[in-house]
């Protein structure tokens, strides 16, 4: 399996200001995808991220919002902008492929937002 | 589209128990089946998977078959204990290639000493 860090683990933010969160693995990987988690809820997909290229978001996800960066095959952020308590979740990045078993997907530990 | 469910939670037990967490999917194909397990205050684990019908997945005293005929991938254990506290999460990634996870609700599971 990869080892994931994400930063910052947790913040605290106010309306209005936008926070970059950093995902970073141990090895270099096919794909990096971008999910949120609301409070006692499932996880959704927010978006893929492609290496030297725009991400490609799901449906209700637009890249003014959520604007992501990849990079390199190890790194990627997402930046969460004119934050709102609607965004309060933790954000979680995932990996896959290049060296890992195919179709396992690997987390990293997420990054719990609070929007005030 | 796909699409997982599962059972409601909480799911509430006494250490040693029988556990059962139901999982049925929609999905056109053969999709690939996972659970992973979501302990207090950390990310998502891979607990197993199944790729095939038939296929059984298997980690750490948890099981789940593949039933192709029934959609289901229900996840069991023989004797839980109280770290197996946690969120578990039933999830698909689909046929068509693209590897987007589609995950079930998810499944608190509590279990007391």
Known sequence: SAVISQKPSRDICQRGTSLTIQCQVDSQVTMMFWYRQQPGQSLTLIATANQGSEATYESGFVID???????????????????????????????????????????????RLTVT | GNSVTQMEGPVTLSEEAFLTINCTYTATGYPSLFWYVQYPGEGLQLLLKATKADDKGSNKGFEATYRKETTSFHLEKGSVQVSDSAVYFCALIGSGGYNKLIFGAGTRLAVHP
């Open chain 1, 65 to 111: 919002k959520f604007p992501i960066s990849r990079p390199n095959l190890t790194f990627s952020t997402l930046t969460v902008s004119n934050m709102s308590p609607e965004d309060s979740s933790i954000y979680l990045c995932s990996v896959l492929g290049l060296g890992l078993t195919v179709n396992e997907q690997y987390f990293g530990p997420g990054t």
